[in-house]
């Protein structure tokens, strides 16, 4: 692979690759995937389409990353490279953050406006009068026209002090362990680094399960689909997305947690250790305000 | 100056540009190449939104009915602003970016060469995608750029397609945003200190931090018409207690920034141009920063101007209201600043400094039409009419594609070491002004006399403005085939430009040779040079 | 907009001249002032901005063109490269544009709270839009019918139908079924839609209000008691195919007319035994 012509890159400068085929891979990946996911919405194709796309993709990922870490582990790499790293990935999980904030906005907007109006609140008297008469607001709701849920229209809810509690302490018990897994790391003990990473990925995989256990209870028991109305919609696509992240970043625990297995990282030295860390940090901080706001309130 | 470069002109030598295909453009990481596609993408874009407008115009030079269905019309009108906005003005950014930044900061290359990279070989697929619905039974996207359900949810296959490549081009521009401000922060040569930097690379940075603060939230936004279509979600539907008009509010929170991320970059090129031709500093440095950022900031509290007539409450109608009449504050600030350095200098007209002043004006005639809209209750009149219609293009394309005209004229010589046809390049200005007037202006008149906007036949009392404007649409269109005759040709060949190009140009970049070598900057510039070349002088 | 295109217009103006010999009604230019008090408080608001952005581009523009023509190399000008920064000029040009801004407000903010009063309306109408049509239901009154585009206009815009739109009277703003209102009358319109969004516009009475499906929007309109007429306007929301051709027509009468067309047209929906419109409020 052609990916850096210049191995013996002075480490005292920035270093810059000199061509890459990962990204035009990535590019057709992603042109793959999308088509495949087109196809498959608009029933030109079964469920089968995602997968080229998805495959091209993980080699993508995999090639990609693997060049980046053996040129770290090289020693290319100097402190301004791994500054850009950071900032790139601050960036990125900013961006994260405003994907979320869309579907919390929605959420609220709901709650606070769309469905007091439909129920006949302040300017929007004449909603209610005209067109939905019979509805009383209320949060959680399915809407005037009771969408989704039972075969009557009703549904329930998860209660947030049953496994979304619990799955809150195993969420705030692996920000510590992975706390406790860096500190390690720059104590330069890696014993407990191995061990309290493992931990943590190990209860990231917990949180998606009971996530999962929570999702089958809510569609075979309590009526609550994606279809049930908008909380059924702000209910499943924040915790989908969530749990998709957590998902994301369980698996990169687990492949940092394998480096760190073959001895990468260095105390001083370990930018994709803290960038996993950090991107661990912000799902668990959106979980804390999914739990406030979609579960508890 | 120079001295800075010579040093190590030859070793860049050996460091030339590949010379197979592959690895020159398509695995490439270099931003200068790189630059080269997005700009190529770009141009090639605005010619097919160009084209669309063509066909937008033709079907409105008379009343009736003459060349296409109506769902066509609307599928032309949707797909013109996405291939103009989405298509080349963003892109066209990014690689005046790319192009530029390193340049102008003393790095060699952007911070994340093969990030940059992909976030220019995702727009073309991106594009195959949503070229491929013209060609579809259904037919391309019909619901206009904004995208609004319910009605965008009637689109058929053509509905998956757009939502995708709106998500890949997001993809896109969140990578070239992270990209953009971890160079600027993180690659500036020593002494480059923040308060030196060219206001091309402000102008940009603020619109980085834009463009990664909005974009997440467009691709939320069409995430959830996917679901409302395909999975049986109720965010935009009323029956299940969501509302229409929550993604208008979703759509123009990203898309108020959306149009400031579109000009503050002009607001750049043309803070670089006008000192340059006027042979003094920019008039108010500083302020020109804090304006930009006043303007980013403003930006996120406006979007619901957008929805005067959507039935918002009182509250919310005047709040709007007032914080969109603000926005003139900033802006005034950047067009008196722009007057004063003029004032009192030594100006001569070559062809970046007659796009710029064209600029000046017409940008400016764009932002009182801005100002009259946000106006609420004026706004009732001239809501969805040809008055908006012909308020944004003149910010859009004698205000943004007349900026980034002028960049090209700016910097081409910098970049392919010729010096282009005057003489072809001040027929090419005259013609554009003068076009692109009689297209937009007559659309003010239309717009007030009662014109809807996005339809494909009109009564006969609008049937002359009508006329007109598409006159100067076909004008302005041929006028650009002198640009890239323009273009071809001095890449090509022509007389040999100086390091310096421009007598009065200031800024790190004129110190590099011309054409610029294909790595620049691998050894950091002097600090004295970047004091020298700053946009205060020290 | 009648002063300010200036040179610009007058080019734009020649050269349609060539290409338009003068086949068509006329150059409109600027907003109609109306026939109800909104409608002029919102003209004069119109004007009133029109005019401080005239002023203000007056200063601007002249400026600039002082200096292009002033400051030319090729006149000699020597560069005045010290004159790069003043706060006192900083804050005049921030503070002056903050209080023109505060004068335009004022006004504005007003009429925008006038608008918002729809108290003590006498007659309230329900607006329905429709892909691509409107329905009007007169509440408590019985009364509720269909609004299309007319036919000689439908039949003229297809495509290449060889018809000259010329011909046609009032094309595409003309329908069957026209809503009628009575002059001199606080009418409330209770707008909403079916399917998708639209947007019910009258220019003459600065009423525009999206139609969502879902929700009910108010807005009023009281046309002045000695103005009875048709008033014309179009669906303003994108709407799909048809977006351009579901007009809008109001006839305004006075009020015995009305009460006369409202018996009329009860007794020929009862006839025709529709099932009374649902109504409420
Ligand atoms: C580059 C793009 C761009 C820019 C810069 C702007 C700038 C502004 N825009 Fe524009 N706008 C668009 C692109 C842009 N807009 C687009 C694309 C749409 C339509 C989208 C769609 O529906 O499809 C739109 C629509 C739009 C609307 C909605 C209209 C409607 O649909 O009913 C409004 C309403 O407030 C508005 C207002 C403004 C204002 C106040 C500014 C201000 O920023 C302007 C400020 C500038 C000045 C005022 C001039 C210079 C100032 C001075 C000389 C100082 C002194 C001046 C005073 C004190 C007045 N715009
Ligand atoms: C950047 C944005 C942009 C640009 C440049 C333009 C350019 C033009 N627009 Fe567009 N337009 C929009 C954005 C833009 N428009 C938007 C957002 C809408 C609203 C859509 C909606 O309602 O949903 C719209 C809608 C719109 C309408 C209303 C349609 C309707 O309501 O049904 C009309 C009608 O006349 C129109 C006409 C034109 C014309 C004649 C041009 C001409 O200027 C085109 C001529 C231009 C070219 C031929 C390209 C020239 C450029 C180059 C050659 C540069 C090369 C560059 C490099 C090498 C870097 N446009
Ligand atoms: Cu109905 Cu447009
Ligand atoms: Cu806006």
């Known amino acids: 692979m052609s990916t850096n012509s210049d191995t013996h890159h002075d480490a005292s400068t920035y270093y810059v690759p000199h061509g890459s085929q990962w990204p035009i891979l990535g590019s057709v990946a992603l042109f793959t995937l999308m088509t495949g996911v087109i196809s498959y919405l608009n029933e030109w194709a079964g469920g089968w389409a995602f997968i080229p796309g998805a495959l091209l993709l993980a080699v993508m990922f995999f090639g990609w990353f693997s060049t980046v870490i053996g040129e770290n582990e090289k020693g290319m790499y100097n402190l301004d490279v791994d500054k850009s790293f950071r900032m790139g990935m601050m960036w990125f999980i900013i961006s994260e953050v405003m994907f979320f904030a869309a579907f919390f906005g929605a959420l609220f907007y709901a709650r606070e406006l769309s469905v007091p109006w439909i129920g006949g609140d302040g300017v929007k008297i004449f909603t209610k009068l005209l067109l939905w008469n019979d509805y009383s607001p209320a949060w959680p709701t399915n809407g005037p026209a009771r969408v989704g849920g039972h075969a009557d229209g009703s549904f329930e809810t998860i209660h947030a002090f049953g496994l979304p509690a619990i799955n809150t302490a195993l969420l705030l018990t692996s920000g510590v362990t992975i706390t406790i897994a860096h500190h390690a790391l720059r104590a330069g003990n890696r014993k407990v680094l191995g061990t309290f990473l493992a931990a943590t990925w190990l209860l990231g995989f917990i949180f998606v399960y009971l996530q999962a256990t929570e999702y089958h209870e809510a569609y075979t028991e309590l009526g609550l689909k994606l279809s049930t109305g908008i909380y059924g919609s702000t209910f499943f696509m924040l915790t989908g997305f969530h749990g998709l992240h957590v998902t994301i970043g369980a698996i990169m625990l687990f492949v940092i947690w394998a480096r760190c297995m073959k001895g990468h990282f260095t105390a001083q030295r370990h930018f994709a250790f803290e960038a996993v860390a950090w991107y661990w940090h912000f799902v668990d901080v959106v979980w804390l305000i999914l739990f406030v706001f979609v579960y508890w309130i | ?538 | 907009m009648l002063r300010k295109p200036g040179s610009l217009s007058a080019v734009a103006a020649f050269v349609a001249a060539l290409a338009a010999p003068a086949a068509h009604a006329e150059w409109g230019l600027n907003m109609t002032r109306g026939v109800t008090q909104i409608s002029r408080d919102v003209y004069s608001l119109h004007m009133t901005i029109f005019w401080w952005c005239v002023a203000i581009a007056v200063f601007v523009f002249g400026w600039m063109v002082v200096s292009l023509v002033k400051f030319r190399k090729s006149k000699g000008a020597i560069p005045d490269t010290a004159m790069v920064h003043s706060t006192k000029a900083e804050i005049i040009w921030t503070v002056i544009p903050v209080v023109i801004l505060v004068i335009l407000a004022v006004p504005s903010a007003r009429t925008l709270i006038q608008i918002d009063d729809s108290s003590k309306t006498q007659l309230s109408i329900k607006v329905t839009g429709f892909q691509w049509k409107w329905q009007y239901d007169y509440l408590d009154k019985g009364v509720s019918y269909f609004s299309t585009l007319k036919r000689d206009s439908d039949a003229a815009r297809q495509m290449n139908s060889g018809i000259d739109v010329n011909g046609v009277d009032n094309y595409l703003l003309d329908v069957d079924n026209p809503l009628v209102v009575p002059v001199g009358t606080k009418v409330r319109v209770l707008i909403t839609a079916q399917d998708v969004i639209h947007a019910w516009w009258v220019p003459a009475f600065a009423v525009k209000k999206d139609a969502i499906p879902g929700f009910v929007n108010e807005a009023w309109f009281e046309v002045d008691a000695d103005k009875t007429g048709t008033y014309r306007g179009q669906c303003t929301e994108l709407c799909g195919r048809d977006h351009g051709f579901m007009p809008i027509v109001v006839k305004a009468v006075s009020k015995e007319d009305f009460e006369a067309w409202l018996k009329a047209k009860q007794d020929e929906q009862k006839q025709a035994s529709l099932p009374a419109p649902a109504t409420a409020g």
């Open chain 2, 1 to 538: 100056m120079g001295n800075a470069h010579s040093a190590h002109a030859g070793h860049d030598d050996h460091h030339g540009a590949p010379s197979s295909i592959w690895a020159r453009w398509v695995t490439t990481t270099n931003h200068k190449d790189i630059g080269t596609m997005y700009l190529v993408f770009a141009g090639a874009m605005f010619l097919i939104g160009g084209l669309m407008a063509m066909v937008i115009r033709a079907e409105l030079f008379k009343p009736g009915l003459q060349f296409v269905d109506p769902a066509f019309f609307n599928s032309m009108t949707t797909v013109h602003a996405l291939a103009m906005i989405f298509g080349g003005m963003m892109p066209a950014w990014t690689g005046l970016a790319n192009w530029m930044i390193p340049m102008q900061v003393g790095a060699p290359d952007m911070a994340l060469p093969r990030l940059n990279n992909f976030s220019f070989w995702i727009l073309p697929f991106a594009w195959l995608i949503l070229v491929a619905t013209l060609f579809m039974p259904g037919g391309a996207p019909a619901g206009g750029w904004t995208l609004y359900p319910p009605l965008v949810l009637q689109g058929g296959d053509s509905l998956p397609m757009a939502i995708f490549a709106v998500h890949l081009m997001g993809a896109s521009s969140i990578m070239g945003a992270i990209n953009v401000i971890v160079t600027i922060m993180n690659m500036r040569a020593p002494g480059m200190t923040l308060l030196r930097m060219p206001l091309f690379c402000w102008t940009w940075l603020i619109t980085a931090y834009l463009l990664i603060l909005v974009m997440p939230v467009l691709a939320g936004a069409v995430t959830m018409l996917l679901t409302d279509h395909f999975f049986g979600t109720s965010f935009f539907n009323a029956a299940g207690g969501g509302d229409p008009v929550m993604f208008q509010h979703i759509f123009w929170f990203f898309g108020h920034p959306e149009v400031y991320i579109l000009i503050l970059p002009s607001f750049g090129v043309v803070s670089e141009i006008l000192p340059t031709f006027s042979r003094k500093p920019l008039f108010g440095y500083e302020s020109m920063v804090y304006a930009t950022a006043s303007i980013g900031f403003l930006s996120f509290i406006v979007w619901a101007h957008h929805m005067f007539t959507t039935g918002m409450p009182l509250a919310g109608e005047l709040f709007f209201m007032l914080t969109t009449m603000l926005i003139a504050v900033p802006t005034g600030v950047k067009v008196f600043n722009w007057s004063a350095t003029m004032w009192k200098g030594s100006i001569s007209f070559e062809p970046p400094m007659l796009w710029a002043v064209s600029f000046l004006f017409m940008f400016t005639i764009g932002g009182f039409s801005g100002l009259m809209l946000a106006i609420a209750p004026a706004d009732f009149q001239y809501h969805d009419t040809y008055f908006v219609v012909a308020h944004f293009h003149y910010v859009l394309v004698p205000g943004a594609l007349f900026a980034i005209i002028g960049a090209v004229y700016y910097w081409l010589p910098k970049w392919s070491g010729h010096m282009y046809n005057m003489s072809l390049a001040k027929w090419h200005f005259w013609l554009s002004t003068i076009f692109v007037n009689v297209l937009f202006f007559p659309q003010h008149f239309l717009g007030l006399a009662g014109m809807p906007r996005r339809i494909p036949d009109y009564s006969t009392q609008f049937a002359d403005w009508n006329m007109v404007s598409s006159i100067g649409a076909f004008g302005f269109a041929l006028s650009q085939v002198l640009f890239l005759v323009l273009i071809w040709k001095t890449v090509k060949g022509g007389a040999k430009a100086t390091d310096q190009v421009w007598e009065g140009a200031r800024g790190l970049e004129w110190n590099l040779p011309s054409p610029a070598p294909y790595h620049t900057w691998e050894k950091a510039p002097a600090e004295a040079a970047i004091i020298q070349a700053s946009p205060t002088g020290h």
